[in-house]
């Protein structure tokens, strides 16, 4: 059996799916060396070598992989910020080892201005209005609170508005979610303002599907849709955490879309891909070069967001159900050999259990919070027993956990673990990850009950005939 050395650039639940598929190979001797956000104790345990470098700092990750540059053969990154940051650039350049995942001039998350001006050239049919309003072109504030209520006039007031950098100010506020009155919208722009440049766009209406598709640079091979939870709380309520939980059907398609709205969401993303794309073979775009957030409303598919990286949780939905060697895929992509990819045709969902401050839940719910449990460990090992129930249909992938010095698991601030459940069916799958997640002890922790239920997808189905009636 061939050895292969590979490194992994890790945040969480998404990563340790990474690092769950690449050791799973049956044809490769693999040796993980990762570089992780905290001791995640799910990447300790199948590690040939494991570092902590808290802020994922670029330079620090190739520093360690250059020491060990006879070691490997290929990188995998996983979180946007090292990206954005151009982390596959430095560690090309430096050490001469290839990484999946986009160069630093692909990471078009770091700009939301810059997104939408991709999209405006290459796709303007389902791009919302928008308007950018730069620091730089004003010297009053009276004359940037005249041009945004004029756009506010043309919008009707519903809007959303984003700051161009990740996490700038207050990040994305929307109209009849965070504010209902234009001073309160003026005042959510100026704190974002003040940082820099700010979005305000057109609020759309529909359901929304995530889109993601793995790329050689010459081939997009695109995955099954999934669906995320972005609400904090049961029945979309809450603050917009993201990532609560997802699912998937046994379908390509979502069950609220039709197979033609997939191909729709394809035909959308190899244009993207073209028009983005500035030779036959653009190797910039390797990995998962975006995953598109798309909203479905009365007037066909609009893009929301364009992320270049894996979905987190979405990716969890995927790779678990991977016919073929993930290694080996990964090989393919550096080649350019990547022409398609097997996917078993079952249902998964993923739901995420988080700390009692996540989300404000403690806040907002502070009867259901098991005081006598904050800070308590982490007890997995009753939804370890489930592999005996459910064999490899059952994932558990911790996230925002750590392993101290006396041997136990403890939650940091984000999302602590997810559970995947996988089934011939939504619900069946979905009964496996609660199940999981019910087994999970200690903590606080606290998680979405609805994700992928029967009635929440019976109301995006009735939602979506209801556009598609209009």
Request: aromatic residues 8%; glycine residues 8%.
């Amino acid at each position: 059996m061939e050895r292969v050395g590979i490194f992994v650039v890790s945040y969480g639940s998404r990563e340790a799916a990474i690092v769950d598929a690449l050791s799973r190979s049956e044809e490769y001797d693999v040796n993980l060396y990762i570089v992780d956000r905290q001791r995640n104790p799910f990447n300790i345990k199948r590690s040939t070598e494991h570092t902590v470098i808290k802020d994922l700092d670029p330079e620090r990750i190739a520093n360690f992989v250059e020491k060990r540059k006879d070691e490997i053969d290929f990188g995998i990154v996983g979180p946007e910020k090292p990206i954005i940051l151009g982390v596959r650039d430095l560690i090309e350049e430096k050490c001469g080892i290839p990484v999946i995942c986009p160069r630093k001039d692909y990471a078009i998350e770091g700009s939301k201005v810059n997104q939408r001006e991709i999209l405006q050239k290459l796709v303007p049919e389902v791009n919302p209005r928008f308007r950018v309003f730069k620091p730089e072109d004003y010297s009053d504030e009276r004359d940037v609170k005249r041009d945004l209520y004029e756009w506010l006039d043309e919008l009707e007031n519903e809007v959303a508005v984003k700051p161009d950098a990740p996490a700038a100010g207050k990040g994305v506020g929307v109209w009849g979610d965070h504010f209902s009155t234009r001073e309160e919208v003026w005042e959510h722009f100026l704190s974002c303002f003040r940082e820099g440049a700010v979005i305000v766009e057109e609020k759309i209406e529909g359901e929304e599907s995530s889109f993601q598709a793995f790329c050689d640079g010459k081939n997009l091979v695109p995955l099954p849709d999934t669906r995320d939870y972005k609400r904090a709380f049961d029945e979309d309520r809450g603050p917009n955490t993201g990532g609560m939980g997802s699912y998937k059907s046994k379908e390509d398609y979502l069950p609220f879309l039709s197979e033609l709205d997939y191909e729709k969401e394809v035909e959308i993303a190899k244009k993207i891909f073209k028009g983005m794309k500035k030779e036959e073979r653009d190797e910039g775009l390797l990995g998962v070069p975006f995953y598109l957030a798309f909203m479905h409303t009365s007037k066909g598919p609009m893009i929301l967001e364009i992320n270049s990286r894996p979905g987190d949780p979405e990716i969890m939905n995927i790779l678990p159900l991977l016919k073929e060697d993930f290694v080996e895929l990964c090989f393919r992509i550096l080649e350019g050999n990547l022409n398609r990819i097997s996917i078993e045709k079952r249902a998964s969902v993923v739901t995420y259990k988080v700390p009692p401050s996540y989300g404000g839940f403690s806040e907002t719910f502070p009867e259901k919070v098991r005081k006598d449990e904050i800070g308590t460990p982490i007890d997995l090992s009753s939804v370890e027993k489930l592999r005996e129930k459910y064999g490899d249909n059952i994932r558990i992938y911790p996230g925002s956990m750590e392993m101290r010095e006396d041997g136990k698991f403890y939650a940091l601030s984000s999302r602590t673990v997810a559970v995947v459940g996988i089934s011939e069916e939504i619900q069946d799958a979905r009964e496996i990850s609660i199940e999981g997640i019910k087994a999970i002890k200690g903590g606080a922790l606290w998680y979405r009950s609805d994700i992928a239920s029967r009635e929440h997808i019976k109301r995006s189905i009735e939602h979506m005939k209801r556009l598609r009636s209009q």
